[in-house]
């Protein structure tokens, strides 16, 4: 067999274990966030309007990585679900922040204990967790540039 095409072998591509791996992951968290009847995605969210509180659609989508076109759907969600309000800027209308709710702060509370329950998914040791971590972050701060 001709050794040129080696390269398109799927043992031989870092995207895939990669691409594998994270679907592993947040499948773990399915069953957790089926309990507070809402996706990985609308989970991710959350966690940074927990922490911001208030937050523009633009900023949201940078910190997780997705395009609004992403993002508006998971919005639209959490604030059927009473989670988030979505507000236009009176000073420019193409701006729009979200905002927690009393109910979306409630349901903080329910969700605190799922980073303990998912820590010991990955049979990483603590170390290898952090290399990890640092890896991919790494891989998330390239622009995929040389």
């Known amino acids: 067999m001709d050794k040129k095409y080696d390269v398109l072998k799927l043992e031989n591509q870092l995207c895939f274990p990669l691409y594998a791996a994270a679907r592993e992951v947040v499948k773990r968290y399915r069953p957790y966030l089926d309990e507070l ?5 609308q989970y991710i969210t959350m966690m940074v309007i927990w922490e911001e509180k ?19 759907p998971v919005l639209k969600s959490l604030e059927a679900k009473g989670y988030v309000v979505r507000e236009r800027s ?13 109910k979306g702060e409630k349901l903080r509370d329910k969700a605190v204990d799922i980073p303990l329950k998912i820590a010991g998914c990955t049979n990483l040791t603590a170390e290898e967790g ?8 790494k891989i998330l701060a390239s622009d995929g540039k040389e």
């Open 130 to 137: 952090v290399q990890l971590y640092n890896i991919l972050y």
């Open 37 to 41: 009847d809402i996706t990985y995605t």
């Open 90 to 102: 009176l000073i420019d209308e193409r701006s729009v922040s979200v905002k927690i709710t009393t």
């Open 54 to 72: 208030e937050i523009t659609v633009k900023a949201l989508g940078e910190k997780l990585f997705l395009d609004s076109g992403t993002l508006t």
